[in-house]
Every structure is written in structure tokens, then in C-alpha cells.
């Protein structure tokens, strides 16, 4: 018997739907064991950390002794294997996360390296290589350089030894694990590893940054596991569960973390003030429940990468590939289908679901961007959401997804709006 969910569809479409459901089991369920393995590391953190319930009350004013806060903070250096954490809701977002701590390490002079190719649309402006922008660290001094990745999307080891010999103003090397609005792989643990060895072996005084984003409890292991010194992601992603309703964390080095405070709040009180008010309990919640969110959304990719590939599109990753991040790309060719595809990802999300999205500038971003994201965070990348940037290849952006059930119902009425009506 048909299920009711999609028996609206073509016949042709329940098919392939069925068959993708086959296909894809098994990898279904390397996700759930994945999910079982980080949720338990989490659980034994809670249970060992006394998690208790004056925990979450949170703070007021400068936040002094803020017991919730700093307990939280060493959950998350210990999840992290890190030395220590910072994790507040005075991060606005993952970008945020990331200038923070990259600009703590970096003084006039000094050089911000990418090895994993130019930066995303927002970091840039960051840096300064786009936009005009005031405070970026260009303007302050710092210098920017990168490494075209290899066509293959590869990490290009020959010609960054070189650079990392030859330029010793390089103090930061930063590695991006997802692939931005990029149609690279995004980088697995196993790849980031011999990254990581390269920049320790040829500049070990240099820091070794991670930007995190979408990246955290998608496989077993993290980039701090294996010697990276700062990494940073926002908490309206991954790690927070879309429960989080802002905030961003950074894990490193104690030392690095003490600078990172400083950057972020004031020198002198750095990490140990900012009050944590009303966000604690969040936060908390957010961080037990991201082992199994973020396995949702992994499933919800495997399913729209499987359905996509069965009608024809170009999709990175392929469903069988591993997984490091939430993120799915889909390269539709042209303008008119990508729009199309995005705004029944609106019509099916639980708020704003008659809104019809339009291409439009944002800032941060070069190119016109088509956005959907009904979601109960502003801007949450953790819940169900797609853009893209209107350039060739006219790839969609598709991540997260609260739920797999969700993400089928919407990326399965997607592919009959755009290739069946």
C-alpha cells in the first residue's frame, strides 16, 4: 500500500522514491550507529560534569561566577579533546566565531593563510578581498594569502610546503572544512589529518584554525582530535540543535582561548565575564540533542542526493560518499529550475510556508542569492534551508532538517514541482 505522504505524486515519482528508501538502508543505519557512538560521548560529559538544573539558571551583568557557563565550557573542551572553550551567546554567528578567533591570533604584519582555497563569501569580507567594508583586517594591517585547491578539489600539498617555507609572517593557517558556496567536497576528517601534520611539520609555531561550521558530530571525530589549535562554529547550527537561539562557541588552545576572550569581550576580564542570562538552558539542551539532529540531517542529504541522482542532476556528494558536514549540493545548470526547486523548500517549511522566496542581494554575498528557510531561528542552518548564489554552475545550497521525515516530505514535493509540473 502506498503511504499517504506521497500519494499525491506520479507514479513514476513513488517509484523512484521507493527504490531510493531501498538504496539507501544501510547507509541509514551507519548514521544511526554514528549518532549512538556521539550521543554516548555526550551523555557520559553530562553524567561526569554533574549537570544539574542550577546549571541553566544562567547570569546577569558582568556575569561573574557564572557556574552554568563555565561548566558548559568544559563540556564542550572535552567533547572538543581542547584545552579549554568559550561558548556564548554574544557570538553572533558562525562568522563571527571564526574573525573572533582568527583575529586574536593575528597582529599588523602578520599573514592569514588559507590552504584550503579562498574563503567563503562572508570571511572575505572579513579579510577585505570583497566588499567595502570598515574593520577588516586588511585595513589593520594583516595580510591575506591562499592556495588554489587542485581541479579535483584536493588540497594542493606541493605549492603550500612551498608557501609555508618561504613566508614566515604566515601565523594563522586556516582550514575550511565545508565547502562554502564551493562544489568541492567538503573535507573529511581523514583529509583534514594530513593538513594538519603538513602545517605542524613545515610551521609549527604558526596556529592551525578550523572553521567548523555545519561540520560538528557529522562523523565520530573532530579536526581538534588530531593537534588543530582553535576551531570555531556558530551554535545555530550543528551545536545547537536548533534549539539554540544564538551563539557561537570557539575551542583551542587555553592560551588561544585567553586571546579569543580578550578579542571578544574586553582585556583584562576576557572569557570571564559575559552573562549568559536566559540561554543557558538552551545551550545545554542544544549541545545533548546535536548527535541526533545532526544525524537527521545527514539522512536528509543521503535521501535528496539518492532522489536527485535517480532523476538525472548533479549532486556533490554522491549518496553512497562520506559525509562530513550537513550540506548538500545540487548543480541545476540554469536559473529559472534552482529557483523553482528552492521555493517549494519554502512552501513545505513549518513557518513561512506561503512566502514565495525571490533572488535578491544580501550582504556579505557578491551575486544575488535565492534563499529558503522556514525556520523557527532566523537564518538556522541546522533546520531545513537551501540558497545559492545565482552564478553558474547554479548550484543549490540544501542543509539541515529537524527531522528526516521532514526533509523527505520537502525535497520529495521539490522534485515533483520542478521535474513533473
Known amino acids: 500500500m502506498m503511504p499517504t505522504w506521497m500519494e499525491h505524486f506520479p507514479k513514476d515519482l513513488q517509484t523512484k522514491i521507493q527504490e531510493v528508501e531501498q538504496q539507501i538502508a544501510p547507509r541509514i543505519k551507519e548514521i544511526d550507529d554514528q549518532v549512538l557512538h556521539n550521543q554516548q560521548r555526550v551523555l557520559n560529559l553530562f553524567r561526569e560534569n554533574h549537570v544539574a538544573e542550577e546549571d541553566l539558571v544562567g547570569s546577569t551583568g558582568y556575569g561573574y561566577d557564572d557556574r552554568g557557563r563555565d561548566k558548559l565550557e568544559k563540556i564542550y573542551a572535552e567533547y572538543f579533546k581542547t584545552?579549554?572553550?568559550?561558548?556564548?551567546?554574544?557570538?553572533?554567528?558562525?562568522?563571527?566565531?571564526?574573525?573572533?578567533?582568527?583575529?586574536?591570533?593575528?597582529?599588523?604584519?602578520?599573514?592569514?593563510?588559507?590552504?584550503t582555497g579562498m574563503p567563503y563569501d562572508t570571511i572575505q569580507e572579513v579579510i577585505g578581498v570583497a566588499g567595502d567594508n570598515p574593520g577588516t583586517m586588511l585595513e589593520y594591517g594583516i595580510k591575506f594569502r591562499y592556495t588554489p585547491l587542485l581541479e579535483d578539489g584536493s588540497v594542493d600539498y606541493a605549492v603550500v610546503e612551498k608557501v609555508l617555507k618561504e613566508d614566515k609572517t604566515i601565523k594563522v593557517i586556516a582550514i575550511q572544512r565545508s565547502r562554502g558556496y564551493a562544489t568541492r567536497d567538503t573535507f573529511t576528517i581523514e583529509k583534514i589529518k594530513p593538513m594538519i601534520e603538513l602545517a605542524k611539520k613545515v610551521a609549527p609555531e604558526a596556529v592551525v584554525f578550523i572553521d567548523n561550521c555545519y561540520g560538528e558530530f557529522s562523523e565520530t571525530e573532530e579536526a581538534t582530535f588530531y593537534g588543530a589549535d582553535l576551531m570555531a562554529g556558530s551554535l545555530y547550527k550543528n551545536a545547537g540543535a536548533g534549539i539554540a537561539k544564538s551563539g557561537g562557541y570557539i575551542v583551542g588552545r587555553k592560551d588561544l582561548i585567553a586571546q579569543a576572550g580578550a578579542r571578544l569581550i574586553v582585556p583584562g576580564a576576557g572569557k570571564y565575564e559575559g552573562a549568559t542570562y536566559a540561554y543557558l538552558?538552551?545551550?545545554?539542551?542544544?549541545?545533548?540533542?546535536?548527535?541526533?539532529?545532526?544525524?537527521?540531517?545527514?539522512?536528509?542529504?543521503?535521501?535528496?542526493?539518492?532522489?536527485?541522482?535517480?532523476?538525472?542532476?548533479?549532486?556533490?556528494?554522491?549518496?553512497?560518499?562520506?559525509?562530513?558536514?550537513?550540506?548538500?549540493?545540487?548543480?541545476?545548470?540554469?536559473?529559472?529550475?534552482?529557483?523553482?526547486?528552492?521555493?517549494?523548500?519554502?512552501?513545505?517549511s513549518p513557518m513561512n510556508a506561503f512566502v514565495d522566496p525571490e533572488p535578491s542581494y544580501?550582504?556579505?554575498?557578491?551575486?544575488?542569492?535565492?534563499?529558503?528557510?522556514?525556520?523557527?531561528?532566523?537564518?538556522s542552518t541546522i533546520e531545513l534551508s537551501s540558497d545559492g548564489p545565482l552564478r553558474p554552475p547554479y548550484a543549490l545550497y540544501i542543509q539541515g532538517g529537524l527531522s528526516f521525515a521532514h526533509v523527505k516530505i520537502a525535497i520529495a514535493n521539490a522534485v515533483n514541482d520542478t521535474f513533473y509540473k
Do not use: N
Open 281 to 348: 538552558r538552551d545551550f545545554y539542551q542544544g549541545f545533548f540533542m546535536a548527535a541526533h539532529t545532526t544525524g537527521e540531517a545527514i539522512k536528509g542529504t543521503i535521501f535528496t542526493a539518492a532522489l536527485l541522482e535517480k532523476m538525472g542532476m548533479e549532486v556533490s556528494p554522491k549518496w553512497d560518499a562520506p559525509r562530513s558536514d550537513i550540506v548538500q549540493t545540487v548543480a541545476f545548470g540554469k536559473e529559472e529550475p534552482m529557483v523553482k526547486f528552492c521555493a517549494t523548500i519554502q512552501h513545505y
Open 83 to 115: 584545552e579549554d572553550a568559550i561558548v556564548r551567546p554574544h557570538i553572533a554567528s558562525g562568522t563571527h566565531a571564526i574573525s573572533t578567533a582568527i583575529f586574536s591570533c593575528l597582529r599588523p604584519g602578520d599573514t592569514l593563510y588559507y590552504m
Open 362 to 379: 544580501m550582504d556579505g554575498y557578491e551575486d544575488k542569492v535565492i534563499m529558503a528557510s522556514g525556520s523557527f531561528v532566523e537564518g
